[in-house]
């Protein structure tokens, strides 16, 4: 079985867990976190760094520091995983949902305007498959309407929109270094603060509202609780695993780019005689290959697409499920149909990419997919 997905190690890992287990800092905020997070800060220019335990993790400090308070609305895609949205619900936030694209499954930046109320707060972005979201658009109506834009780049790192790093662009960004994304920690997350007014009370609430990381750097003569917070920074274990990954990005990168681009060559054709979508790539944007995906035309027919890999020892995925359609948001939604969302939900196949996966592996999927369509 050609697995949909496999952690790639460097070697390096356990090297640096074991140094971090022997200095005896296992605890968040050692050597190997300030290492990982001033690589970020000074690689990508994004303000102030904090890893976290998870994505999650990220977007929850996002949504306090953006004070989000019950009653307020985030405007957020249907088309997303579950904590993109969450995260504000349980500061009590209405969630009001925003359509994809026809031909792309990020947020349609067009349809934000008319759903901006004198309730909303924030815009929340979120780079699919790390390709860029039309930011101009998004920052622009964040300006107009004194909005917050927090960018969910989970799966979005070494990313691009005009130049400028996802996660650097908006208010605050939030990234993912879950087993399944570009460089891992098994779970793990990253929040960036690039507002100079949020970085003091994003530390405090870092540290369980304490002013603790002042303490440590002499700042203050001893500290205690003076905000909301909670445990949202990783062990030097995760962080140390972490840092083998990020010393070796570029070589990731390179590797993971060369299979996208693979799958995209031997797969076009299909596009052309309209059999399939494969990802359409805005002039605006990069493409860091964090996954391959294509978009069949009707539910049935993936269905009968994900049985005809798996009979060939073949695991591909289907993604989201609409957020505005699930059990527990349904009743809230304000019952716009998002058809976009919905048809992504029905429609669209990730295929396997990881480090190690052969050019030969990837030219068989692309036959049996070729085959299927035949």
């Known amino acids: 079985m050609i697995p949909f997905n496999k952690p790639y190690l460097t070697g390096k890992e356990a090297h640096y867990m074991y140094e971090a287990v022997y200095t005896g800092k296992l605890s968040g905020n050692g050597k190997f976190t300030k290492r990982c997070q001033q690589y970020f800060q000074e690689t990508y220019g994004f303000g102030k760094c904090l890893l976290t335990s998870s994505c999650t993790d990220a977007l929850e400090m996002a949504a306090i520091l953006a004070d989000i308070q019950p009653g307020d609305e985030v405007i957020v895609p249907s088309y997303t995983f579950v904590s993109t949205a969450l995260a504000f619900v349980r500061q009590g936030a209405k969630i009001v949902f925003v359509d994809s694209y026809v031909d792309n ?90 507002d100079e007014r949020f970085e003091r009370r994003a530390e405090i609430i870092w540290e369980k509202g304490t002013n603790r990381a002042e303490f440590f750097r002499g700042e ?41 681009s693979q799958y995209h060559q031997l797969l ?76 992504y939900t029905d429609c669209l196949v990730r295929l396997p990419l990881f480090y190690e996966l052969k050019s030969e592996n990837v030219e068989s999927i692309c036959n049996v997919v070729v085959d299927f369509y035949k």
């Open 220 to 260: 203050v003569n001893k500290y205690g609780w003076v905000d909301v917070g909670s445990s949202f920074l990783p062990s030097e274990i995760i962080a140390a695993f972490l840092w083998a990954q990020v010393e070796n990005i570029a070589d990731i990168q390179a590797k993971r780019k060369a299979i996208w």
């Open 105 to 194: 499954p990020n947020l349609d930046a067009d349809l934000i305007e008319p759903l901006i109320t004198s309730k909303t707060k924030a815009i929340v972005p979120v780079h699919y498959a790390g390709i860029a979201c039309d930011m101009d658009k998004i920052m622009g109506l964040a300006n107009k309407y004194n909005l917050l834009v927090i960018e969910d780049a989970a799966q979005a790192i070494d990313s691009f929109y005009k130049g400028k790093p996802l996660g650097s662009i908006g208010h605050l960004g939030c990234f993912s270094f879950h087993e399944t994304k570009n460089i891992i920690s098994g779970e793990g997350g990253m929040l960036t603060i690039n």
């Open 268 to 343: 076009l054709p299909l596009e052309q005689q309209k059999k399939i979508k494969l990802p359409q790539m805005p002039d605006f944007a990069t493409n860091n290959a964090h996954m391959f995906y294509l978009v069949c035309n009707t539910a049935d027919e993936r269905s009968d697409l994900l049985l005809s890999l798996k009979m060939n020892n073949i695991l591909a995925v289907f993604h989201y499920l609409s957020l505005h359609n699930s059990d527990y948001y349904r009743d809230k939604h304000d019952g716009r149909v998002l058809s976009n969302s919905d048809h």
